[in-house]
């Protein structure tokens, strides 16, 4: 199964010091890496710009841009950006803000059938108005180091 990481997703794994993670963020932490590992997880260009943005620290950005160099971009063509647009419109008629890149993650999930992988609870939102599917980690997966 493939899955659309977002950009808080990346940045729980690539950004965040282990120690200060939550139980829940370990979990989430824990079926990310299982997706890395079983080649499932997908980046796009603009979620890979999102990660990169605002690493002052340039030690930090290299450190951060090699981890994501091991990650391809998902292709993207013509028809993702025209239907992140219809996207947007549709969030703007049912008074939904969004973002030119939330509107790109929902246009690729939808053209390719795919789930998101966020934190992000504005995907709550967006799924009321487009039909993407968001992917919801199953608390069984695996225990928990301590």
Known sequence: MRILAD????????????GDL?????????????LIHSNSAILIGPVRQE???????????ERTRDGLSAF????????DDE??????????ARGVASSAIDCLICAVAMNRRIPIFTLDADFEHYRNVVPIELFKPSAGRRPLPE
Request: glycine share 2%; hydrophobic share 45%; charged share 25%.
């Open 7 to 18: 950009t808080p997703i990346w940045s729980l794994a690539l950004r965040r010091n282990r």
């Open 22 to 34: 939550s139980r829940r963020e370990r979990l989430l932490l824990l079926t990310f890496q299982d």
């Open 51 to 61: 990660i990169l943005s605002g690493i002052e620290n340039q030690v930090a950005f």
């Open 72 to 79: 391809p971009n998902e292709p993207l063509d013509p028809a």
């Open 83 to 92: 239907e992140a647009a219809r996207c947007f419109n549709r969030f703007v």
